[in-house]
């Protein structure tokens, strides 16, 4: 689109938001587009699939880009994560790379350095957590930056703040509006993503399966819409039914089926009362969603699978079991 299609003083910038896992990068995000979009829970890896997300202050868009947390990982599920988090950074005219300041500090630049393996262009680092550091403000933040620069060298500047509390927030902000510069919004038509809602409908299930499922069970579940009926702007069969929704909870082993049904069919129930609360705030009213779980051996070793969840080969991907 030409910038003349727009407002003349429109600004935008594209901006990644990296670090580990579980430093809190969907809660800013949450904190930053003002709602509960991006899925939050206390585990970590939690994000599966880079996305973009959108919030706009007077004329200036800024476009975020959640990515998986960077880990260690030698399984092709993880490996595929690792790669949505890289592939979060093309192309973006900054990342913000956020450190816990509640966890050792030095070890999250290096570590992410060693797993990103490619040079990071603009980079401002935004400290996380600092409600639960008492004076975070006065610790030797600026020191610890320069240590940082021998590591990452495009780090040029850094913020403490909480996304919990709000604290220090509205700093970056500024600064982000200040760095946007003069062109047409990406997202001129008021869409907040570039995910449709059927992604966002996968997670919240999945966002509840983390929550209330214990031990390794949630890395094994996946979600996957099995029929989307969108009634918006149709004839509908119930006056305020906006969508019928099945979807499938895929686990890796039958005895993890019998969990997440429950005894007499609770947990899943559960599971999906929870989900679609979130899911009828999303589409803006009632839905029916029809919920079921399926074993689906090794399906993070499944090509096929992998990719249904938004998750494509990634460069160091090894072969992978295929179904026949
Ligand atoms: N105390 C405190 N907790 C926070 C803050 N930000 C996030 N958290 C908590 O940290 C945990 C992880 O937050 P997420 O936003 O899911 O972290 P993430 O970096 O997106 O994690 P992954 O998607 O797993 O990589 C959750 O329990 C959050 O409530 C904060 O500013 N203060
Ligand atoms: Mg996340």
Known sequence: MLLTDQHPLNKSIVVSVLGAPN??????????????????????????????????????????VDTPGLHRASHEFNKRLNDQAREGADGVDLNLLLIDL??????????????????????????????????????????IIEQAKLVIPSIQKYFVLSSLKGEN??????????????????????DISDKNERFFVTEYIRQQA???????????????????????????????????????????????????????????KEIGVRSRKKIEALVGGQVHLNLHVKVSPKWFNNNFVLEEIGLPRAQDSRRVWRKK
């Not at 930053?32 to 939690?46: E, I, Y």
């Not at 686990?251 to 019998?258: E, I, L, M, T």
Request: aromatic share 8%; hydrophobic share 40%.
């Open 169 to 190: 927030v509205h700093h970056l902000i500024g600064a982000l509006c200040d760095a946007a510069t003069p062109g047409a919004h990406l997202y001129p038509g008021g």
């Open 210 to 268: 983390f929550e209330l499922l214990r031990d390794e069970i949630p890395y094994e579940v996946a979600v996957v819409i099995e029929e989307y009926k969108d009634y918006r702007g149709k004839e509908v069969p119930e006056s305020k039914l906006v969508s019928e929704i099945s979807a499938c909870i895929l686990v890796n082993r039958p005895s993890q089926r019998a969990i997440v049904i429950g005894s007499q069919g609770v947990m899943i």
């Open 23 to 64: 430093v809190g990068k969907s809660s800013l995000i949450n904190y930053l587009l003002g709602m509960d979009l991006s899925v939050v829970t206390a585990r970590p890896q939690t994000t599966r699939n880079k996305f973009n997300c959108v919030f706009t202050v007077d004329r200036t868009e800024v476009v975020l």
């Open 102 to 143: 509640s966890r050792e500090v030095m070890k999250q630049f290096t570590e992410f350095k060693e797993i990103f393996r490619r040079d990071l262009s603009k980079t401002w680092v935004v400290f996380t957590k600092s409600d639960l550091i008492e004076g975070a403000e006065s610790l030797p933040l600026k020191e």
